[in-house]
């Protein structure tokens, strides 16, 4: 359960750096780095379900990184469809511009996946094995 941790932690100081242009309105880019902060767990909730799955599926290894790539937008947008489902925000979907927010995040998870890949050798089978029950 470390690497995902790692990976949200990453991808939320890569989404401060990549949200930096927002700074032209500097209240827009702190509600949103609060969102982050409150709604965010939300995102490391699923994909750390969706990676304690994942590594246990019986396939290749590039497989397993692809369900990974893809389990972060599913992450994200269920992050941000929280904003709405606990009446913090009316019609998250519709807010424009804002819509770059959650590009941001997955932007900013997909490198930090891709550095949690290369840093915890993701792609070695070793690393995607199952913990057997006798190990723990």
């Known amino acids: 359960?470390?690497?995902?941790?790692?990976?949200?932690?990453?991808?939320?100081?890569?989404?401060?750096?990549?949200?930096i242009p927002a700074m032209i309105s500097p209240i827009v880019y702190f509600i949103s780095l609060f969102y982050v902060i409150i709604y965010g767990w939300f995102a490391w909730a699923l994909f750390t379900a969706l990676y304690l799955v994942i590594i246990r599926v019986s396939t290749s290894n590039g497989f397993r990184l692809l369900l990974l790539i893809v389990a972060v937008p599913v992450a994200v947008v269920f992050a941000f469809q929280m904003i709405e489902a606990l009446k913090v925000e009316r019609n998250v979907w519709n807010s424009g511009l804002f819509l770059l927010f959650p590009i941001a995040a997955t932007i900013g998870g997909w490198i930090s996946l891709s550095i949690s890949a290369k840093k915890f050798h993701l792609n070695e089978p070793e690393q995607l094995q199952p913990v057997n029950n006798k190990d723990i």
């Open 1 to 19: 359960m470390e690497i995902p941790f790692i990976i949200y932690f990453r991808a939320v100081g890569l989404y401060t750096m990549l949200t």
